[in-house]
């Protein structure tokens, strides 16, 4: 290839990628070409006056348009942080918190920090926030001349997602230092052969799995393990494709139609455990940076529970910190697994792990070495800045220096909330999958579990209603609990509305209903309610796999008139709990730093 | 003019939840603010529900409410603070407490339309009256008149700037009047006082008219739709403004719309400065932007003004303005280096442009109009694969849910930069071996796709348009041909063309 011909490839923005696939070289051999030609790009400075004078902010973006290079480079101790990219369904502020937080944190610790981001929404790409920031894609290529050409002493890959966590071993394969927990525990906790054994070396159980690469493996699989399962592709964030399936023609047209499977990218295939309760618990953990790994400590930073049974995306499902269902005995076993891993994994940094719980058994379903989107809530609910900590073990700290060594736990309760862009995508049903699809979260704060609930829901604009009448209209799965969650409605003063089924077992039960006709029934029915504003929550369960039409009809509309409504049972309890506690006594609010000096 | 002396605290509402029209471009004007208000001695309280935010770390302000964002809970604030700052022996709100500082003020065009609502909210039920709070940053009538469709036509007719033939309707039968009077399909609806114009649309014959306008009134909160004649194919434009007490205007930031006008701005492609414009027109536009946010009364911090031209004529239109730090002022600060949150934090408490100084020359006051010698590209990331019901097409109404922006020294370095940015998996605007989904179908990467799937992809905006004028190039289309069916700016085309023509070259020295 000639200079000139490759000379402006670059200049018109060619990846090395593109011009290895269309000139039929490989990646390395693009670049070893332009290496060899000495053809590198050059970075120059946003400064707000087109270099009439002095910028003393560096902030760079890299160009092969012009020779002229503007990055003078310093020789202090350098840490690149390796941003998340644009914000997208499953990977959003959460990871931009944590990026910041690692900047920070080792500007603190006297080192020279580098952000490199794509993002124009963040703080993270701000001109301040780290001591220099490169405006740039999150590729291999791009990042790895920043690396080399600002002579990096390592690069932060787990605080800022996915993204950066799919270029760690590149990376590293070039000689980037990646800091922290190291590659091959990350590929130990993705691979689902290695994380499975190491499960059964300490003693873990794990819900029964398997891994296909073809339809026919994935039937097979399925037919060993008995339906429900859940299935999705490895290697990706926010439940991307992730789907409970119940038979085999489901999994046959899944298979088909919604996952490319092959031998390097497989579809993971596990047992469902139905009504589990799902815990989430983040960690940090300095036991990577000691010779031996019962040096060194693990620290429990939150076990938050899920209010939605198993089954609800992590980053849908609304928690509680610290878990309000879960016997002390099981949160014993949590934590003793959780150290366990972290021990073993020898992280240095963030760890995430995923459990289900059934009565007394403890079931691990992932852990993910890096920091979670649940990190900035838990560091907020109980006053200690994890990713900030993180950053700084994985730069050489033990937590025993920064003087964090205990699991911290709150007298208050903070729960957490999703919320959704349905209003967006009209038609869209509004059931919570395995699939995330929220895009933000709040927080509501309360030295009251009923209150801090209720605080939720107002923030999430979909305040509980304090009177009116509930709507309830649940599959028959949840038939058998539903009368016991409608009485609390019930003794709240509430008056009960629903459809056929619902209706007859809580009449059974001796509740007074209002009857209403479903959708193909007649008229008035619920939607018509819905839309006259006559009904003020919503409880709706669905009906299996394939919801139904009207169901669907009956949610959307829920959603167009803003009347809140709960797609789960537990999701019904919390709120009549809420309710309870707004009618006891008027909220008050409180800053956090309060709640932290509090305890 | 320096800070004002009078100010103790200083009430920020952040923008709350991430959602679709509202993302983390609020949590960096927010965490710049505090920071700038903090840097100036003030005391700053903060209210966010948002967990994720930096800005509600407990080191950002000096007293973080991560309570509901409503006017019941702010108020609920409010009064506590006022206890607190008496507690603290500072006359809060007092009219004889003048001096030194005593008063607590609340400045709410930092968190986006969720901060703004609050506050006209708190307006009008008169709580801030009732409490003593002033409004800093912009003030309640200004606001109206930025935010009052009708209002804000009104003003601008007044001032001899031109505006899209519309009414505002509160009924069905007054939508139906005006789409009388306007004579022609397709129409614009668009509702009153919500987010990223949500519930808005475009309707091209009456039965969507009728579908659309109910569903508007029924989600503006004042049941209000505007009914607009359609710009669908005009170029579209956004300037960046700020202004101060002593009525100093800058523009930060130009941008153009590489999508033309019927795709939301979040949702277009967009580029600064803009690209296909004459000096002389730029100019013209400048002088409406300070025009019209002197009308509007924005007296100290930024406001974003959005413009159509049609391509035909000439004739400029102005769309509408933000008052406020909107998403386009982020994207704006990110390309010019000029951090508008922390400079309109500094407006709002009585400083003016040119006793700011520039943190990154050290040497220029903030009255000084970014120049910049690169281009930017943002395009927006979507998420239409986790709501596979949902109709993709864009329009008025904002789908993606995130953006990736670029920095070159030629738009055609930008945009492959940013394309590979976006997390799709591809490393450019093609020719990087990955295959083509288009439904069903399947294509290699340089195969030449029919003509007819890609008419269809070019006619209707939708998330991959971008990709598609590549194969449209690649399949032999013209670029007047494709500007035909987009009605993208032949220079924009132009440039991708290039692109296009470069790759077929690369392509011919594989052996």
Redo the contacts between chains.
């Keep these: 290839?000639n200079l000139e011909?490759l000379t402006?490839?670059k200049?018109?923005?060619?990846?090395d990628?593109?011009?290895a696939?269309?000139?039929?070289l490989t990646e390395a051999a693009v670049q070893a070409e332009r290496r060899r030609l000495g053809l590198e790009p050059s970075y120059?400075l946003?400064?707000?006056?087109?270099?009439?004078?002095?910028?003393?902010?560096p902030?760079y973006?890299?160009?092969?348009?012009?020779g002229d290079d503007e990055v003078n480079v310093s020789e202090r101790r350098k840490v690149m942080i390796l941003g998340g990219?644009?914000?997208?369904?499953g990977q959003?502020?959460?990871f931009?918190?944590c990026c910041?937080h690692a900047a920070f944190a080792l500007r603190e610790d006297g080192f020279e920090t580098l952000m490199v981001n794509?993002?124009?929404?963040?703080?993270s790409?701000?001109?301040?926030t780290s001591d220099r920031l490169f405006?740039?894609?999150?590729?291999l290529e791009?990042v790895l001349h920043i690396y080399q050409r600002e002579r990096c002493w390592g690069a932060i890959a787990q605080f800022g997602g996915q993204?950066p966590l799919n270029l760690a071993l590149g990376l590293q394969q070039h000689g980037v230092n990646i800091i922290g927990t190291s590659p091959q525990s990350i590929e130990i906790a993705e691979d689902r052969k290695l994380f499975a054994a190491l499960l059964r070396k300490l003693g873990i159980p794990q819900p029964p799995n398997g891994v296909a690469t073809n339809e026919i493996e994935a039937l097979a699989i399925a037919r060993g393990l008995g339906y429900p399962i859940l299935v999705r592709p490895s290697f990706v964030l926010g439940g991307?494709a992730m789907q409970i399936v119940y038979a085999d023609a489901e999994l046959t047209h899944y298979m088909r139609f919604a996952v490319e499977a092959s031998p390097e990218r497989p579809v993971l295939v596990d047992k469902f455990l139905e009504d589990a309760t799902e815990v989430d618990v983040d960690c940090i953990s300095d036991v990577g940076s000691f010779d031996r790994p019962d040096q060194g400590h693990s620290v429990i930073g939150g076990i938050l529970e899920h209010i939605e049974f198993a089954g609800v995306h992590s980053g849908d499902a609304a928690m509680v910190l610290p878990p309000h269902t879960l016997a002390e005995s099981v949160l014993d076993t949590i934590r003793t697994y959780t150290h366990a891993m972290a021990r073993e994994l020898r992280i240095v940094g963030l760890m995430n792990v995923q459990y289900a719980v059934k009565g007394e058994r403890v079931y691990c379903l992932e852990v993910n070495p890096r920091a979670s989107?649940t990190v900035?809530?838990v560091?907020?609910?109980i006053?200690v800045?994890l990713a900030k900590l993180a950053a700084r073990v994985m730069a050489g700290r033990t937590l025993g220096e920064l003087g964090f060594t205990a699991e911290v736990r709150t007298r208050y309760w903070a729960v957490?909330e999703s919320?959704f862009?349905f209003?967006?995508?009209?038609?869209?049903?509004i059931l919570l999958s395995p699939?995330?699809?929220s895009?933000?979260?709040?927080?509501?704060?309360d030295a009251d579990l009923g209150l801090a609930y209720a605080?939720s829901q107002?923030?999430?604009?979909s305040?509980l209603p304090l009177r009116g009448r509930v709507f309830f209209s649940v599959n028959d799965q949840d038939k058998p609990q539903v009368a016991a969650v409608a009485r609390l409605f019930v003794e709240l003063g509430f008056e009960l509305v629903a459809t056929g089924g619902t209706a007859d077992v809580l009449e059974a039960a001796g509740l007074t209903v209002q009857r209403v006709f479903k959708l193909l029934e007649g008229r008035p029915h619920a939607v018509d309610l819905l839309k006259n504003r006559d009904l003020q929550l919503v409880v709706n369960t669905p009906s299996g796999a394939v919801p139904r039409a009207d169901e669907v009809k009956i949610r959307t509309t829920a959603v167009?008139?803003a009347t809140p409504i709960m797609t789960t049972l537990s999701g019904a309890r919390a709120a009549a709990l809420g309710i309870a506690a707004l009618r006891r006594n008027d909220y008050?609010?409180?800053?956090?730093?309060e709640f932290?000096q509090e305890g | 003019m320096p800070k004002r002396t009078d100010i103790h605290s200083v009430l920020i509402i952040g923008a709350?939840?991430?959602?679709?029209g509202q993302?983390?471009?609020f949590?960096?004007s927010g965490?710049?603010a505090c920071k700038a208000l903090k840097e100036e001695g003030f005391r700053v309280i903060l209210v966010n529900?948002?967990?994720?935010?930096?800005m509600?770390?407990?080191e950002f302000a000096?007293?973080?409410?991560?309570?509901?964002?409503?006017p019941e809970?702010v108020e609920?604030?409010i009064v506590?603070e006022l206890a607190e700052l008496r507690r603290l022996g500072v006359p809060a709100n007092e009219p004889n407490g003048a001096d030194r500082p005593h008063k607590l003020v609340l400045l709410p065009t930092l968190g986006g339309q969720t901060a703004l609502n609050t506050a006209m909210a708190l307006g009008r039920s008169g709580v801030l009256e009732r409490h003593g709070v002033e409004m800093i940053g912009a003030n309640a009538a200004a606001i109206e008149r930025g935010e009052d469709r009708l209002v804000f036509k009104e003003l601008m007719l007044s001032i001899g700037l031109d505006v899209p033939i519309s009414g505002v309707a509160h009924t069905l039968e007054e939508s139906r009047a005006i789409a009388e009077r306007i004579g022609r399909f397709p129409l614009i609806i668009r509702p009153a006082f919500t987010l990223g114009g949500?519930?808005g649309g475009i309707a091209y014959n009456r039965e969507e008219f009728e579908e659309l306008a109910k569903?508007g009134l029924?989600?503006s909160p004042v049941s209000e739709i505007l009914i607009e004649e359609s710009l669908l194919g005009w170029k579209e434009f956004e300037m960046e403004v700020m202004r101060d007490k002593a009525d100093n205007c800058v523009i930060i930031c130009s941008i153009e719309n590489f999508d033309p006008m019927g795709v939301h701005t979040g949702d277009s492609i967009t580029v600064a400065p803009i690209q296909t414009l004459t000096d002389k027109e730029y100019q013209i536009m400048r002088d409406a932007s300070f025009a019209v946010i002197r009308a509007v009364g924005v007296e100290t911090g930024g406001s974003n003004i959005q413009f159509a031209v049609d391509p035909a004529t000439g004739r400029m239109v102005i769309i509408e303005m933000n008052p406020r730090v909107s998403?386009s002022s982020?994207?704006a600060?990110?390309?010019?280096?000029?951090?508008i949150a922390k400079i309109a934090a500094k407006l709002a408490v009585g400083y003016l442009l040119d006793e700011i100084r520039?943190?990154?020359?050290?040497?220029?006051p903030a009255s000084?109009e970014?120049?910049?010698?690169?281009v930017v590209v943002?395009v927006p990331?979507f998420?239409f694969?986790?709501?596979p019901?949902?109709?993709p097409t864009l329009n008025t109404?904002?789908?993606s849910?995130?953006?990736?922006?670029?920095?070159?020294?030629?738009f055609?370095?930008?945009?492959?930069?940013?394309l590979?940015?976006?997390?799709i998996g591809r490393?450019?605007l093609?020719?990087?071996?990955k295959p083509w989904r288009v439904g069903t179908e399947v294509y290699g990467?340089r195969d030449r796709l029919p003509r007819e799937v890609i008419s269809r992809k070019l006619t209707v905006p939708n998330a991959d348009r971008i990709f598609f004028i590549r194969h449209a190039l690649r399949a032999g289309m013209s670029v007047r041909e494709i500007h035909g069916l987009t009605k993208i700016d032949p220079w924009f085309l132009t440039q991708i063309e290039?692109?296009v023509q470069?790759?077929d070259?690369?392509?011919a020295?594989?052996?």
């Design positions: 290839m011909r402006k490839a200049a018109l923005g060619f990846s990628r593109q011009i696939h269309l000139t039929g120059r946003v400064d707000t006056c087109a270099a009439e004078f002095e910028a003393y902010t902030y973006y890299s160009t092969y348009d012009r990219g644009p914000n997208r369904i959003g502020i959460e931009d918190y910041v794509s993002n124009p929404e963040t703080v790409t701000d001109y301040d405006f740039e894609p999150l590729t791009d993204t991307r989107r900035p809530f560091s907020k609910a006053g800045p957490k919320v862009p209003n967006r995508f009209h038609g869209q049903d699939e995330m699809r895009t933000g979260e709040v927080m509501g704060i605080k107002m923030a999430a604009g305040p167009y008139t008050a609010v409180q800053t956090i730093q932290h | 709350g939840p991430i959602i679709i993302a983390c471009e949590d960096y965490t710049q529900s948002n967990p994720a935010t930096i509600t770390d407990p000096d007293r973080t409410y991560l309570e509901p964002i409503t809970c609920k604030i506590r949500t519930g569903r029924d989600l998403r982020a994207l600060s990110k390309a010019t280096g000029f951090p520039n943190d990154i020359t050290r040497e220029t000084f970014p120049t910049i010698d690169y943002k990331r998420a694969e986790k709501f019901q949902a109709d109404q904002m789908k849910v995130g953006e990736a922006m670029a920095i070159g020294r030629t055609k370095e930008s945009l492959q930069k940013c590979r940015s976006l997390e490393s450019g093609g020719g990087d071996g990467d290039e692109i470069f790759e070259e690369l392509a020295t594989k052996a």
